[in-house]
């Protein structure tokens, strides 16, 4: 087995930031979940989380929708088909790394 | 990283039962379900307004756990939506649960049987209560354990104990069938009874359990204030 196997070279630089994959294990996890929980979850401010969502919809890993909860407008986040097998094989090579270093 | 990753799962599961809203509704469909089980003497017409009620009850129960997460959960701490994946998926993750807990519940329900004076010929009502029972407990207990919710094991356990203590095998009220070709009707009366009291009885444990959840859950989560538009 070569040694890049075990290196993180070969990640996904979108999901390796330490918030975005946290987003993505959270939204991996149900079916949406919306921008304050996201907000209570990460710890992020307002602005930075903004970011990391736009980052994450740039790339294709989520959805962003602008919904309304009565009265009360709402940013509601899915993963996308491409996000969750994206985050999948993210997830398998860091326990690879992890179990081979 | 990967620790990060999979507690953060974790907390995501965990707050979907923490607030108790869940509870509050499986308690009020199993209350719904004992009072369907009471055996009262009525007419037909009685009996339909009584079932009829009854649905209405249940489609209410649900829409009042979604009211109460939409107006008090998430507005503090955000909104959630569902589990992913299909219906079928979820099954086969869960599938060894539930096989184990079916298994469970017959181990213990089948000495039951096989003792003098257990339920003989036609009575189902002891096997009704102690299989769903000892199933609903496993259930609740590995929900409780899934979701890291502790009072969901101290709920399960209780409704373990409920099984038993409901059920007419326990009671002995079956040995009276023996030599006798027409079951008693206070026998019949009797598991009816018993069969009410259990599900009644788990529809209250339930009930207090969301509740308590609920008020914790607010009293950690307040409302926020809700900002006047002066303009």
Redesign the interface.
Same mark, same amino acid.
């Given at each position: 087995m070569s040694s890049e196997k075990y290196s993180l070279a070969g990640v996904d630089r979108t999901i390796h930031e330490?918030s975005r994959?946290?987003i993505l294990?959270?939204l991996?996890?149900?079916?949406?979940?919306?921008?304050?929980?996201?907000?209570?979850?990460t710890g992020l401010t307002k602005g930075n989380l903004s970011v990391h969502l736009s980052k994450l919809e740039e790339a294709g890993y989520i959805r962003i929708e602008k919904t309304y909860?009565?009265k009360?407008p709402?940013t509601?986040c899915r993963?996308t088909e491409t996000g969750r097998r994206a985050f999948g094989t993210y997830?398998e090579q860091?326990?690879m790394f992890?179990d081979n270093n | 990283?990967?620790d990060? $990753?999979?507690s953060?799962?974790k907390?995501?599961?965990h707050?979907q039962f923490e607030n108790g809203t869940y509870e509050l509704q499986t308690g009020l469909c199993f209350f719904l379900a004992g009072v369907f089980l009471l055996p009262l003497p009525m007419s037909s017409s009685t009996q339909g307004m009584i079932q009829g009620a009854g649905i209405a009850g249940f489609i209410l129960a649900l829409l009042l756990g979604e009211y109460f997460r939409?107006r008090f959960v998430?507005?503090p701490?955000?909104?959630?939506?569902? $589990?992913?994946g299909t219906a079928k998926k979820r099954i086969s993750r869960f599938w060894p649960v539930f096989l184990l807990s079916i298994a469970t519940a017959i181990m213990i329900v089948s000495p039951i049987l096989l003792i003098d004076g257990g339920p003989a010929g036609d009575a189902g009502a002891a096997w009704v209560i102690l299989t769903t029972g000892l199933f609903l407990s496993v259930l609740t207990a590995f929900l409780g354990l899934q979701s890291r919710v502790p009072r969901l094991l101290v709920v399960a356990i209780i409704m373990a104990g409920l099984a038993i203590l409901f059920s007419p095998a326990i009671f002995g009220t079956r040995p009276y069938i023996y030599g006798s070709h027409q079951t008693p009707y206070w026998v019949i009366y009797a598991s009816q009874l018993f069969s009410a009291g259990y599900f009644l009885s788990i529809g209250v444990v339930f009930s207090i359990s969301g509740g308590i959840g609920f008020l914790n859950y607010l009293h950690a989560n307040p409302l926020p204030v809700e900002v006047v538009d002066e303009q």
């Amino acid at each position: 087995m070569s040694s890049e196997k075990y290196s993180l070279a070969g990640v996904d630089r979108t999901i390796h930031e330490p918030s975005r994959s946290i987003i993505l294990a959270i939204l991996s996890a149900v079916e949406s979940a919306d921008f304050l929980y996201l907000l209570r979850e990460t710890g992020l401010t307002k602005g930075n989380l903004s970011v990391h969502l736009s980052k994450l919809e740039e790339a294709g890993y989520i959805r962003i929708e602008k919904t309304y909860r009565g009265k009360i407008p709402m940013t509601l986040c899915r993963l996308t088909e491409t996000g969750r097998r994206a985050f999948g094989t993210y997830r398998e090579q860091l326990k690879m790394f992890v179990d081979n270093n | 990283m990967n620790d990060r $990753i999979s507690s953060a799962i974790k907390r995501i599961q965990h707050y979907q039962f923490e607030n108790g809203t869940y509870e509050l509704q499986t308690g009020l469909c199993f209350f719904l379900a004992g009072v369907f089980l009471l055996p009262l003497p009525m007419s037909s017409s009685t009996q339909g307004m009584i079932q009829g009620a009854g649905i209405a009850g249940f489609i209410l129960a649900l829409l009042l756990g979604e009211y109460f997460r939409r107006r008090f959960v998430y507005p503090p701490s955000g909104y959630v939506n569902g $589990i992913p994946g299909t219906a079928k998926k979820r099954i086969s993750r869960f599938w060894p649960v539930f096989l184990l807990s079916i298994a469970t519940a017959i181990m213990i329900v089948s000495p039951i049987l096989l003792i003098d004076g257990g339920p003989a010929g036609d009575a189902g009502a002891a096997w009704v209560i102690l299989t769903t029972g000892l199933f609903l407990s496993v259930l609740t207990a590995f929900l409780g354990l899934q979701s890291r919710v502790p009072r969901l094991l101290v709920v399960a356990i209780i409704m373990a104990g409920l099984a038993i203590l409901f059920s007419p095998a326990i009671f002995g009220t079956r040995p009276y069938i023996y030599g006798s070709h027409q079951t008693p009707y206070w026998v019949i009366y009797a598991s009816q009874l018993f069969s009410a009291g259990y599900f009644l009885s788990i529809g209250v444990v339930f009930s207090i359990s969301g509740g308590i959840g609920f008020l914790n859950y607010l009293h950690a989560n307040p409302l926020p204030v809700e900002v006047v538009d002066e303009q």
